[in-house]
């Protein structure tokens, strides 16, 4: 047995790039800034800051274009994916990338316009957060596995 998945909070680094392909599915793409934050030997803060790529599917991708903004907090629960492609001088190139499997809306209530704890998942409906603080999952209860922040 094995297991692909990625648990990332960071913050949105650019605007999502929406493209609308046919039979109406949609596809986002961003990337997503993880920090942390260490005291090395000398006693000075550093900060190293990694950067993902993140794709984001149909209703997740809906999500993204109308909620996730550059400098949003966000959770993501996804897959990593590594493709190769041919670059223009034709040698070929990597590229590794999470795919969304739920994404979850952090910070205060009007950061972006969006809600805190707003959450989707795969192959739910899109709406309007709800005015509750939990999670959305398309269904009216709370995820018995919701993180506690």
Not at 14 to 25: A, F, M, Q, T, Y
Not at 35 to 42: C, L
Request: with cysteine.
């Amino acid at each position: 047995m094995s297991i692909n998945k990625v648990i990332l909070i960071g913050n949105v680094g650019k605007d999502p790039e929406v493209r609308h392909l046919e039979s109406n599915v949609s596809v986002a793409n961003f990337t997503l800034a993880t920090s942390e934050n260490y005291t090395n030997k000398s006693g000075e803060k550093v900060t190293t800051t990694e950067w993902h790529n993140i794709v984001c599917w149909r209703s997740l991708a809906n999500l993204a274009e109308n909620y996730i903004k550059k400098g949003s907090q966000i959770f993501i629960e996804g897959r990593i994916r590594t493709r190769s492609y041919d670059a223009q001088d034709g040698s070929k190139r990597y590229i590794t990338e999470i795919y969304a499997d739920a994404i979850q809306l952090l910070g205060k209530k009007g950061d972006s316009g969006q809600a805190e704890g707003t959450r989707l998942q795969e192959n739910t409906q899109v709406s309007e957060p709800h005015s509750d603080s939990g999670s959305y999952n398309g269904t009216s209860h709370k995820d018995e596995d919701d993180l506690p922040f």
